[in-house]
């Protein structure tokens, strides 16, 4: 028995000798590296049919100026980045970690905030003022630039053409209007045809997200910071659109993306009010072409300033403050955050609509698109994002956003919405420190 | 070793459980996290979800399990290896795996509302994942499929142990099957009922996997768990470590507070 464990011990010892050796070995020879020229820059993103495929043509197009540099493009899901920037900048060991890395536009002040000093200073590279607005909230702290923007999550509504006209109305009818009219519009739809208006799953507010963003509130308060959900005026109307939806019988409850991506393409539902990202997924039941048409985004009725431009989603790309950041920095200042000619192939190509602004007048953006009856659908989208409201998202989005889907449950089950919101304030400013 | 694999973590967690702050900027705060618990209404739901899920789910597990083992025990039934392995099986599927599973069987449109209705048992779909109340219910159901094989087999195993003189003995003195179910299988198999309440109990506790796949904790959190609530504080919000760290020892104190009920009511008295 002892000797057995002295085996062990000694193996032990000897193992754990042997990897340190390893690791030396790695650590001198990266470091050489970045000392003359970093040849090797690793990109961390999620979505192979979109942002993925934007970095390889992106990569292509970098090849041509640059040859030297190795572009690694590593898809993860977007949850195991969250998971893996988050443990890997908390135990403060930064092997592992990629140079490039999309975040959520949603989540970035988390990190970049959570995390100061792990992500390199951009403001060099990206012209704030050659990019949509909305986008540089999110993608700055303090007036420095963290990151380079990239893909708008534009709202607008999509929209069944035969549904609508067999109910009296046409593609005309849908412009400038608001979320009062369209709940009517979705009951005469639902009489006539028997097909819902919208599809939505309770456990996901995008559609209260589009709705405050388009009258320029969010759940917290220009600092970011201060929860603003008791006394939000946008909040409370667009909560209460979401209730006189769910209760006017329009609604097509779904549970998750893929039975939401399933009512569509099913024929089940009339309108998708959504970001632009969806198209490829409208666009994936060929049998659908030319039924479909896209309608600006309807606005709140009684909160002033609402517009009819929304934002939902989109990402940007930052670098991350590890060895080869200056490749890194250089290969998006050449490409994603300058090159209005790339954002034309990655639209005809991938279907990105990006947030630089000179991008918006190529010959890609104002192309006919069959799938929608020949309507130029991307330079609508362009000319939408102009107008989208800059709100700051702050760090707490997802937190409060947990706290929202109880409110809205409890709302939705017959609670005052005075004392929901009420409850979810208080709820929040415990939460929030 | 033991020590740098098991201890050292423990302590750190704990001394984490301490701190507060968003990421990296962690300080020191005293009670303050624990202080926070009782006040965090997600929390508390968690919480009671959690031990509804318990009340609820181990008992009527742990019964079917005792049922089912005793009938397979017997010695007249026939195709006794194909039965228990039937019912073995669900153990040995991957959690993830079944669970997107019992996700799209339990959908509005899923296979188990086309069932109900065809046999018009019920006239409209059940909204089994979309209701509070369902979709508790469906988290049960999932959990009880999965683990009743697991429990079932340690009884079925003690039951190979139980001489059969004893219930040839009893059959003499003329007990039914009830009555011999009562005063020899279960006293009998008392060691190991308190050893499968408590690895049930544990499970429980730390359940994540079903209700983040069936249902992401939803709607509105009514089936949201313990453990989510931890991976939601660690990684679906700003992080926030140390007050993970905080919940995650309440349930350690809940494991030790459980398993000593359980053993004061249920072990041997010495």
Redesign the interface.
């Known amino acids: 028995m002892k000797k057995l464990l002295s085996v062990m011990l000694a193996s032990?010892v000897l193992l754990s000798a042997c990897s340190s050796g390893g690791t030396k070995n790695d650590t001198s020879n990266s470091g050489s590296e970045g000392n003359s020229k970093p040849k090797e820059i690793t990109v961390w993103a999620w979505d192979p049919a979109f942002n993925i495929a934007a970095m390889n043509v992106a990569k292509e197009a970098y090849a041509k100026v640059n040859p030297d540099v190795t572009i690694n493009v590593v898809e993860n899901a977007q949850?195991d980045i969250?998971?893996k920037l988050?443990t890997g900048?908390?135990s403060?060991s930064t092997k592992g970690l990629p140079n490039i890395v999309l975040i959520e536009d949603y989540r970035a002040q988390?990190?970049l905030?959570?995390?100061?000093d792990?992500f390199f200073e951009l403001t060099d590279v990206v012209k704030a003022a050659d990019f949509a607005d909305y986008k540089i909230g999110p993608t700055s702290v303090d007036g420095k630039q963290y990151g380079v923007p990239f893909d708008s999550g534009v709202t607008g509504m999509y929209v069944r053409t035969d549904y609508l006209e067999q109910a009296g109305y046409s593609l005309d009818s849908l412009q400038d209007i608001d979320w009062k009219q369209y709940i009517e519009i979705g009951k005469a739809v639902k009489e006539k045809t028997g097909k819902s208006m919208i599809t939505l799953d309770?456990?996901d507010l995008g559609l209260i997200r589009v709705m405050i963003q388009s009258a320029g509130a969010w759940y917290t308060g220009e600092d970011g910071q201060t929860p603003t959900i008791a006394d939000n005026a946008a909040l409370k109307e667009a909560l209460e659109l979401y209730k006189e939806m769910m209760d006017s019988g329009i609604v097509k409850?779904n549970?998750?993306w893929s039975?939401f991506v399933g009512a569509f393409n099913s024929g089940e539902v009339a309108t998708v009010p959504t970001g632009n990202w969806i198209t490829p997924s409208i666009k994936a039941e060929a049998s659908q072409s030319g039924k479909w048409a896209v309608a600006p985004l309807p606005k709140l009725a009684a909160t002033t300033g609402s517009v009819h431009a929304s934002n939902l989603g989109g990402s940007s790309w930052y670098v991350m403050n590890v060895d080869g950041k200056e490749a890194a920095a250089e290969f998006l200042s050449k490409t994603f955050a300058s090159d209005a000619e790339l954002y034309q192939t990655l639209n005809t190509k991938v279907g990105v609509i990006g947030t630089l602004k000179a991008a918006a007048s190529g010959e890609a953006y104002s192309a006919a698109d069959e799938f929608f009856k020949g309507q130029k659908v991307v330079s609508d989208f362009a000319a939408w994002t102009e107008q989208i409201p800059n709100v700051n998202y702050g760090?707490?989005t997802?937190?409060i956003e947990?706290?929202m889907?109880?409110?809205?449950?409890?709302y939705l089950g017959g609670k005052d919405i005075d004392t929901v919101l009420k409850d979810a304030q208080k709820?929040a400013d415990?939460?929030i420190? | 070793?033991i020590s740098i694999f098991y201890f050292y973590p423990m302590i750190q967690a704990l001394i984490l459980s301490f701190k507060?702050g968003?990421?990296?900027?962690l300080h020191f705060t005293g009670f303050d996290n624990y202080i926070?618990l009782f006040?965090?209404?997600?929390f508390l739901?968690a919480v009671k979800n959690t031990f509804i899920y318990l009340i609820i789910q181990v008992p009527v597990m742990l019964v079917l399990a005792l049922f089912i083992a005793v009938l397979l025990n017997d010695e007249r039934l026939k195709f006794k290896g194909f039965f228990r392995t039937a019912i073995f099986l669900p153990t040995v599927t991957s959690l993830v795996a079944y669970s997107v599973v019992f996700?799209y069987m339990f959908?509005?449109e899923g296979i188990i509302n086309k069932f109900l209705v065809n046999l018009h048992l019920i006239s409209e779909p059940i909204?089994w994942?979309?209701d509070?109340f369902w979709a508790k219910v469906t988290i049960i159901i999932a959990i009880t499929w999965r683990f009743t094989g697991y429990n079932m087999i340690f009884y079925l195993s003690s039951l190979q142990n139980v001489d059969k003189s004893i219930y040839e003995a009893a059959h003499i003195d003329g007990a039914n099957a009830f009555t011999q179910f009562f005063k020899i299988t279960v006293p009998l198999l008392k060691p190991i009922i308190l050893f499968t309440t408590i690895t049930s109990t544990i499970g429980t506790l730390q359940l994540f996997d079903e209700v983040v796949n069936i249902?992401?904790?939803?709607?509105?959190?009514?089936t949201m768990s313990i453990s989510q609530y931890i991976y939601?504080l660690?990684?679906?919000?700003?992080?926030n470590?140390g007050y993970a760290a905080t919940v995650s020892y309440s349930i350690v104190v809940m494991v030790l507070i459980l398993t000593l009920i359980q053993n004061k009511v249920g072990g041997d008295k010495r």
Do not use: H, W
């Open positions: 032990v949850a969250v998971q988050n900048l908390n403060g988390s990190f905030q959570a995390y100061p792990s309770p456990n409850v549970s998750d039975q760090m707490n997802y937190a947990d706290i889907v109880v409110a809205v449950q409890s709820q415990t939460q420190r | 070793m507060t968003r990421g990296n900027n926070r006040s965090d209404t997600t739901t996700k959908g509005a909204q994942i979309t509070p249902t992401k904790g939803g709607p509105g959190n009514a939601n660690s990684f679906e919000y700003t992080p470590f």
